[in-house]
């Protein structure tokens, strides 16, 4: 679990120094967050009470969206895959990695 562990926080912290994936996470949604909250306002000023909850939503479906296959790519694609292999390591670990990283991000 130890392992599981530091495999996790290891993932976080490769997704964080990784401009496209920061982009994706970070830039995206938020973006797309105060954009809409705008357009939702102009058409119906009662939605300022429901629009946190709603864009929040959103955000975070956009963000998870666009953000998860772009490290898999990279994993899949590179020579981490075969490490991996060699070292007897599930490939499963690496995806369940990616998506709890994912969602700390977001």
């Not at 058409?43 to 975070?60: C, N, R």
């Not at 998860?68 to 981490?80: A, D, N, V, Y």
Request: cysteine-free.
């Amino acid at each position: 679990m130890r392992a599981f562990l530091y495999g996790v926080s290891l993932q976080w912290k490769l997704d964080l120094r990784n401009k496209g994936v920061l982009l994706t996470y970070y830039v995206v949604p938020l973006v797309f967050f105060f954009f809409m909250g705008g357009v939702f306002t102009s058409i119906d000023p009662l939605a300022k009470e429901t629009l946190i909850q709603s864009m929040t939503i959103f955000g975070v479906t956009m963000g998870a969206f666009l953000g998860s296959p772009t490290p898999l790519i990279e994993l899949f694609g590179s020579e981490i895959k075969k490490a991996y292999k060699v070292g007897g390591i599930p490939l499963w670990t690496a995806i369940v990695n990616n998506f709890i990283s994912a969602f700390i991000h977001l």
